[in-house]
């Protein structure tokens, strides 16, 4: 079946630009986290949706960054303004709860 | 909280020879899991290995296993006959068995595997 797909695959944007980064999970997964790896580092949690409800927000760095997943089904994290320091790869992944986590390609944004 | 750490930002190992990536973590929970992940350069993180913090046992899986050190706090990666195709990012990672299961990962090892 098909795993996780994460749209755009690269993102290049001007500082100040807002930004969208769209998940789509594997069907019938109901746990989805969305992780930052900046370069050269492990990716680092940012928010974690059960169902609809964003069960933990705890990683999002500031303000500027927002999540939601509608349906329970796809996510988009949202990025407002952005800074050169935003520029990483966003890492989508998903599963049952408890379970483990299927990862998807990610989306590589540059903020110049 | 929980914090993973590897200490080996580069390995390199000679193809069908074997290497040892270490990690070592902290958590004050007594259950918990622990990864072993493989991203290579096209970004896709690949499991390789997991391990239940209960579990005595080490896992195994084909050529990849592990030494599991509880009192420790280690969680070693062992690659037997090493290819080409092993050559990646490892990140090892763990996740409590209750709550987010959010994943906390560490800085990765860059594995090179020499012809």
């Known amino acids: ?69 509608p349906e329970g089904s796809v996510s988009t994290l949202k990025i407002q303004r952005t800074e050169r320091g935003d520029s990483a790869v966003y890492l989508c992944a ?6 483990e986590q299927f990862f998807g390609p990610g989306t590589r944004l540059t903020v110049l | 909280a929980q914090t993973v750490t590897q200490s080996q930002p580069e390995m390199s190992v000679q193809e069908a020879e074997t290497v040892t990536l270490s990690c070592t973590y902290d958590t004050s929970e007594s259950d918990y899991y622990l990864f072993w992940y493989k991203q290579p350069p096209s970004r896709q993180m690949i499991l390789v290995i997991r391990q239940e913090a209960y579990k ?42 209750s709550g987010t299961y959010k994943y906390i990962f560490g800085t990765g090892t860059r594995l090179k595997v020499l012809a």
Not at chain 1, 94 to 99: E, L, R, V
Not at chain 2, 61 to 88: H, T
């Open chain 1, 1 to 69: 079946g098909a795993g996780v797909s994460q749209t755009p695959s690269n993102k290049v944007t001007e500082k100040g630009k807002y930004v969208e980064l769209r998940c789509d999970p594997i069907s019938g997964h109901t746990a989805l986290y969305w992780y930052r790896q900046s370069l050269g580092q492990g990716p680092e949690f940012l928010i974690y949706f059960q169902g609809t409800g964003a069960a933990d927000d705890s990683g999002l760095p500031n303000d500027r960054f927002f999540a939601v997943r």
């Open chain 1, 94 to 99: 998903t599963g049952s709860k408890g379970g």
């Open chain 2, 56 to 97: 005595q046992q080490n896992a195994t899986e084909n050529r990849f296993s592990v030494n599991f050190q509880k009192a420790a706090k280690s969680f070693s990666l062992k690659i037997s006959d090493s290819q080409l195709g092993d050559a990646a990012m490892y990140f090892c990672a763990s996740t409590l068995t």
